[in-house]
């Protein structure tokens, strides 16, 4: 039924599934049982047949705030809605505050982002010269060329001192703006009040990844980034990628295939990587590459949690919205292999996002820009529907 009426209109894979699983909940034979009740919640339940005055009665007895259940969701959904509806209306009344300090002893709105600059110009760091690097960051294969995983580095590594430079210009720029040593362009003047609202720049977003936390939140995301591709470039491959980290995740997936596929001289068209959440909880705690694969660690679980020793999906804890993942194996094996892995074991084929709106546009390779890919998980023998109803996701950062 969902895809015969909704076909023509939603066309996305991930939605497709979606709205099958959400009306499995609805089209059901134990619905037609007396004393059925939608999700086991007392107020929803098909009504009897009756006239259109007692059909009203019963739409009117419906509680006004729908419980996220019914959905299919976990009661933790509704956490997750009034914070945005909050921060939605925040937004909305600190866009209309005004700009001009008004008298006191407090700092003027200059000086609040004179001091934010020279903070952030002291904090992010100079690039690392890439001539300086380790021998096995850009190791070279037997035919003379870049082992794949560094030529990725090496073009993740170029976005990154393109970011470093933008920056740290802009901030150069704002700083003298600000002192009346430069004229205030448009691009300095959208930073000065970007800056003010704890919002990030549109002249830096232009040049980085997706990224939806506030400005403070994501200069030290930045740093942290920046640390760990030096320390790559410097100190070799690490143990375990933070997948986060990267502009183009299945870019560095797509290279360590074909790694693998040089050394097994099997196609790479023929392998995918299996995923199999290992018992490791940090990525400090890994202390030797795997044999074959890569090791990846960096991505939040959200509308679920993970119960570690079992190695299987759980349901959420109250309160708790996102749960940070053990480290996770990336095992290649055969596109058919995997695929059977999937069917016979009854995986969730859990869908991972670069941000928590979960939503995109296809780019110029033909990836999403923030769809990445599909990780099956285990799931404790449950029909597959129920953690798709419960929107159960992989992150790779968190808004915060």
């Known amino acids: 039924i969902a895809e015969v009426n909704y076909g023509g209109r939603v066309t996305d894979d991930k939605d497709v599934r979606l709205i099958s699983a959400v009306l499995k909940g609805y089209f059901a034979p134990p619905m037609l049982v007396p004393g059925f009740r939608f999700a086991g919640l007392e107020a929803y339940y098909p009504p009897a047949e009756g006239t259109l005055d007692q059909t009203r009665d019963y739409l009117k007895s419906l509680p006004m705030d729908e419980d996220p259940r019914v959905f ?128 990030v720049p549109g002249n830096w ?101 993970w119960d570690v020793p079992g190695s299987v999906l759980r349901e959420s804890h109250k309160d708790i919205l996102f749960e940070l993942m053990p480290v996770i194996w990336l095992e290649p094996v055969d596109a058919t292999v995997c695929k059977d892995r999937i069917t016979e074991r009854n995986l969730y084929q859990c869908p991972i996002y670069k941000t928590s709106e979960r939503k995109g546009t296809l780019s110029t390779t033909g990836h999403s820009t923030n769809f990445v890919k599909y990780f099956p998980l285990n799931q404790p023998g449950m029909d597959v529907a129920h953690w798709i109803s419960r929107g159960v996701a992989m992150l790779c950062m968190l808004d915060e």
Request: proline share 5%; hydrophobic share 40%.
């Open 205 to 305: 977003e232009k040049v980085a990844y997706p990224c939806l936390k506030p400005l403070n939140s994501w200069v030290n995301d930045f740093i942290a980034r920046i640390d760990f591709m030096m320390s790559w470039l410097l100190k070799g491959p690490p143990t375990s990628f933070w997948i986060s980290s990267f502009f183009f995740p299945q870019g560095f997936m797509t290279a360590s295939l074909q790694v693998h596929a040089r050394k097994t001289k099997i196609p790479i068209d023929t392998l995918e990587f299996f995923s199999s959440v290992t018992q490791i909880r940090t990525s400090e705690e890994v202390t030797a590459l795997p044999e074959d694969g890569t090791n990846v660690h960096g991505l939040y679980l959200m509308g679920c949690g």
């Open 72 to 199: 299919g969701l976990h009661p933790n959904a509704l956490i997750t809605a009034q914070f945005n509806q909050a921060k939605k209306f925040l937004d909305t009344v600190v866009s209309v505050q005004p700009r001009i300090a008004s008298g006191g002893g407090g700092k003027s709105s200059e000086e609040i982002v004179a001091g934010m600059a020279e903070g952030f110009l002291k904090t992010i760091p100079d690039a690392a010269k890439q001539k300086n690097a380790h021998p096995d960051t850009y190791r070279k294969t037997p035919g003379g060329g870049i082992v794949s995983v560094g030529v990725f580095h090496g073009q993740e590594y170029t976005r990154f001192v393109k970011m470093i430079s933008v920056t740290k210009a802009s901030l150069k720029m704002l700083g003298k703006a600000i002192t009346g040593t430069v004229l205030m362009s448009g691009d300095l003047e959208g930073m000065f009040n970007a800056f003010l609202v704890q919002k």
